[in-house]
């Protein structure tokens, strides 16, 4: 199994950018899926973005055209740009590996208006 961390998170205000890693513990070159999720309070878990090894990449309609996901082979670091925030945005955000059942300890993520 590999060991995920995730950093980056932060408070920001509206329309402000934060960028997310997740540092894995050995090569993900061969870790089919590598995912962000998020989770609000009171709220069920939701996927933010997916990139395959072959570096597809899919987005939730919530964050598409504001998030990007992204990885560094050389770092085995995947990363999540986030771009014009919004209060809504507020959670805490996992990084995964759904195929190895990895998963980060999640970093908060606070938006403020």
């Known amino acids: 199994q590999v060991q995920l961390v995730e950093s980056g998170g932060g408070l920001v205000q509206a329309g402000g950018s934060l960028r997310l890693s997740c540092a894995a513990s050995?090569?993900?070159?061969?870790?089919?899926?590598m995912a962000w999720d998020r989770q609000a309070p009171g709220k069920q878990r939701e996927l933010v973005a997916v990139i395959t090894s072959g570096g597809v990449t899919n987005y939730a309609d919530s964050v598409k055209g504001r998030f990007t996901i992204s990885r560094s082979i050389a770092k085995n670091t995947v990363y999540l740009e986030m771009n014009s925030l919004k209060a809504e945005d507020t959670a805490v955000y996992y990084c995964h590996a759904p195929t190895r059942g990895s998963w980060g300890q999640g970093t908060q993520v606070t938006v403020s208006s």
């Open positions: 050995g090569s993900i070159l061969s870790i089919n899926v």
